[in-house]
T-cell receptor, first 109, second 111 residues
Framework: GIQVEQSPPDLILQEGANSTLRCNFS?????LQWFHQNPWGQLINLFY???GTKQNGRLSATTVATERYSLLYISSSQTTDSGVYFC???????????FGKGTTLSVSS | KAGVTQTPRYLIKTRGQQVTLSCSPI?????VSWYQQTPGQGLQFLFE???????NKGNFPGRFSGRQFSNSRSEMNVSTLELGDSALYLC??????????FGPGTRLTVL
């Protein structure tokens, strides 16, 4: 099955800094999603991006399907951006999302 | 449109008992998937139901089962609970093969 690797595992930033989170996947995908897990455990949808580039406010994401990676950009970080960010991929054959281990982001003021 | 709802939100059980968790998908979504999150194993896919049929299953023992009703609501059951079943159980709903939306989860503690 698909392997999903995220880097870095941990990221510590000062408020206002920019960051890039990376997601590598091992096979073709028909679904790629980025999530932010809030302190209560709920996964908040950030982007549905099996290919291409999208932007939503201070966040943007790019997936290069042919090279099997996706990037999540966070600009002008705020303390409320802290938490765990997950990348999850769905294969061409199935519907299950395979999750990476996540990137834990800590933003301090 | 209301999001995915899960009940109960918290549950404490003892080893050997069984438990049933419930998930109501977003209106119009016919696919419901279940995931388990533990500190050691991360987020893992349990199974997916579509139109009352299990369409996909992860690598979990037979103690984990589920079903889906005609209104797309889904339940998952874990029998003969073990300490290792303590986890956050997340339900997701989607249209066919598209973006998945997650509920708030049920946090199960097995004592």
């Amino acid at each position: 099955g698909i392997q999903v690797e995220q880097s870095p595992p941990d990221l510590i930033l000062q408020e206002g800094a920019n960051s890039t989170l990376r997601c590598n996947f091992s096979d073709s995908v028909n679904n790629l999603q980025w999530f932010h897990q809030n302190p209560w455990g709920q996964l908040i949808n950030l982007f549905y991006i099996p290919s291409g580039t999208k932007q939503n406010g201070r966040l943007s994401a790019t997936t290069v399907a042919t090279e099997r990676y996706s990037l999540l950009y966070i600009s002008s970080s705020q303390t409320t951006d802290s938490g765990v960010y997950f990348c999850a991929c769905g294969s061409q054959a199935g519907t299950a999302l395979i999750f990476g281990k996540g990137t834990t982001l800590s933003v301090s003021s | 449109k209301a999001g995915v709802t899960q009940t109960p939100r918290y549950l404490i059980k003892t080893r050997g008992q069984q438990v049933t968790l419930s998930c109501s998908p977003i209106s119009g979504h016919r696919s419901v998937s279940w995931y388990q999150q533990t500190p050691g194993q991360g987020l893992q896919f349990l199974f997916e139901y579509f139109s009352e049929t299990q369409r996909n299953k992860g690598n979990f023992p037979g103690r984990f089962s589920g079903r889906q009703f005609s209104n797309s609501r889904s339940e998952m059951n874990v029998s003969t609970l073990e300490l290792g079943d303590s986890a956050l159980y997340l339900c997701a709903s989607s249209l066919v093969r598209s973006e998945q939306f997650f509920g708030p989860g049920t946090r199960l503690t097995v004592l």
